[in-house]
Every structure is written in C-alpha cells, then in structure tokens.
C-alpha cells in the first residue's frame, strides 16, 4: 500500500534510489539499527524562494544518518547547499551557503504512527523507499529569509537618485554637490560666467594642465 495523498500528490514519481530517494531495505528494520548515508544531488528545479534559492543544478550535499526505530526510519543530519540570492535593498545578486539541520521521521505503514497522524504532519514509508525532497524544500523554505540582503548591513540604495549606496560611498548626498558632479559642471561650462567658478575650485598649481585638457574637449565638442 502506498501513500496516496499529502506528500504524493506534489511530486509523484515511480521511486528509485537517486536525488532526493533512498531505499533504505538494506538498513533492515530491526530497532537500532543505523547507517550513514552521504550523497551529492543536484536537482533539476530550484529549491527555495522568489528572491533567494538554491540554484538548479547546484550540488546538494546529504550527509545523514538513517535510524531503523520502531515506527519507521528516524533521518537525522545535515544538507547543505550554495544559495543565489538578490538583495532586497540594493537588488544586487549574491551568493551564499545554506545548512539545515533534518530530524525527520519516515513512518513505516500500518505503524501506530502511520494510523495516528496524517502524511503530511509525518511522511511515510513508500515500498522501502523515503524520499527526502518534499521534506528538504519544506526546510529550505522555512530556513532562507523572505527578505534576504547581500550583507547583514546593506544601505540599500539612494533614496533621491537610486544609486547603490556602498558604491556611492558614505559622502554619497544631494544635499552637498558631489565631486564627480562638480567635475562634471566644470566640464559643460563653456560661458565665461564658470571661469570664476573654475578658478575658486582649482588647485593653483595644476590649473594651466587643467586649462589645457579643458581647451582640448572644447574644440573636439565644437568641431
Ligand atoms: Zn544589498
Ligand atoms: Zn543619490
């Protein structure tokens, strides 16, 4: 008999021992008896959320322990995976690890477990086989923020003209006019009112070279 609703209606599939499934016959179900199991899996599909997941056809890592107990299989270990993320305050991507920590109980049929509570508070058995997908994207929904940023203290971006903060740097302001600004004012002034501007600006002794190269982009514009 095999689970017919919960967990087998998200992802239905004929079981085999790959990605996500193991058969787990050779653990026996004799009480106490334990087996470790390490595998890499890269799934086709990503796993996590809009703004942040494990990339398709990233490498998962299993490195769990597989627990024959009495009701069922008790899975206990960890997966880890790289994560892309986009920040949410300064929309750049990023790239992150993430670890979950599984204890998660497969309950064998007919156990009391199994006639005590529903496959989707506890996930059952099928045909000797567990399969560790619906619980692994259930984690890794739970465990990555809804709200993920590149760093912990991300500026975000500038509210008046949307340039990334940590790029712009601290003195980044529309109040006081930037540098960069300011070099470029002096580059369109082509009126004779800027020259008063320019030389309250210049540093005296590079003046002649700034005059110069000023000279030269005037012509080239005209020209
Ligand atoms: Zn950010
Ligand atoms: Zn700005």
Known sequence: MSADSGNGSRHR???TDA?????VRSLGRAPGSIKEFHRIVTPAEKIGLDLIAIPAGAEV???LTLQSVSEGVLVTGTVSAPVEGECSRCLESFTDDIELHLTE??????????????????PRLVDDFIDLEPVIVDSVGMELPLQPLCEPDCAGLCPECGVKMAI??????????????????????ESPDSAAFDDAVSDPSTDSTLAGHNGAASKTEES
Do not use: C, M
Not at 19 to 23: A, E, I, K, P, R
């Open 168 to 189: 712009a740097g601290s003195g980044h302001g529309h109040e006081i006019l930037d540098p960069r600004w300011a070099g470029l004012a002096k580059f369109n002034a």
């Open 19 to 23: 990605g996500f499934v193991l058969d």
């Open 61 to 63: 890592e299993l490195d």
């Open 105 to 122: 109980l497969f309950a064998y049929p007919n156990s009391a477990t199994d006639q005590t509570t529903e496959d989707d508070e506890i």
């Open 13 to 15: 599939h004929k079981l």
